[in-house]
C-alpha cells in the first residue's frame, strides 16, 4: 500500500498548524491587501476630534467629551470627605457636602471654628451676598430672556406653527420695568 498523502498542504495551512502548536491561536496565516483605516494611538488625557466629537482617555477608557461634563462632575459625591476621609453616606453629609465640599461633621467644626475667632457672621453676610448676585444675574438674564421675546411663535404637537399675538409690549415693559426695581433694590440691599 502507498501511505502518501495525495493532497498537498498548502503554505497557510503549514502556518497554521505551526501556531497551533506553538499555542499561537490569533497569529493570521494569510497577508491581505486593500484598505485600511488609519489609526493614531491615544494617551491617557489626550484630547481629540473625530466625526465631530471631541473625545480623552480617562482611564484607559475612550470617552466622549461633552458641554455637560462639568455639571455631571459638580453633582457626583465622592465617597469620603476631603477633608477628614470620613463618609458622606448619612444623609445630612450628602447635603452638607453639596453646598460646601466637605462632611456634616467638618462643617460643624468649621463653623465652631468661624463662631469662636468672631467671623461667622461675616461668612453668613458673604454667603447671603453670594446668593444675592446670583439671584440678580439670574433675574438680569431674565430681562434679556424677555426683551427678545417680542411674538410668541409655537409648535404644537402636530407641528402646526402658531402665532400668538396680544398686547404683550405693554405687559413686557411692566415685567421688565418690576425686574429692574427688583434688581436695583437689591443691589441697595448688597452695598
Not at 40 to 52: A, H, L, M, Q, V
Not at 75 to 93: A, E, H, M, T
Not at 106 to 117: D, H, N, P, Q, T
Amino acid at each position: 500500500m502507498n501511505n502518501q498523502l495525495k493532497k498537498e498542504f498548502k503554505k497557510a495551512d503549514v502556518e497554521r498548524m505551526r501556531n497551533l502548536i506553538k499555542k499561537d491561536y490569533t497569529a493570521g496565516t494569510k497577508s491581505q491587501t486593500g484598505y485600511k483605516k488609519s489609526s493614531t494611538d491615544y494617551k491617557e488625557g489626550d484630547i481629540w476630534e473625530e466625526n465631530g466629537r471631541k473625545w480623552t482617555i480617562k482611564d484607559g477608557i475612550k470617552q466622549n467629551i461633552t458641554k455637560f461634563d462639568s455639571a455631571k462632575k459638580a453633582s457626583q459625591i465622592p465617597l469620603c470627605c476631603p477633608k477628614c476621609n470620613g463618609s458622606l453616606s448619612f444623609r445630612l453629609s450628602k447635603e452638607t457636602y453639596r453646598k460646601s465640599q466637605m462632611c456634616f461633621d467638618c462643617y460643624i467644626s468649621f463653623v465652631g471654628e468661624l463662631k469662636r475667632a468672631g467671623h461667622l457672621e461675616q461668612y453668613l453676610l458673604a454667603k447671603q451676598k453670594g446668593n444675592a448676585k446670583f439671584f440678580i444675574k439670574a433675574l438680569e438674564d431674565k430681562i434679556k430672556e424677555v426683551e427678545q421675546d417680542l411674538d410668541a411663535f409655537f409648535v404644537t404637537e402636530q407641528g402646526d406653527i402658531e402665532e400668538w399675538k396680544s398686547n404683550s409690549s405693554e405687559i413686557k415693559k411692566r415685567y421688565t420695568q418690576e425686574l429692574k426695581d427688583t434688581i436695583s433694590f437689591l443691589k441697595t440691599k448688597l452695598d
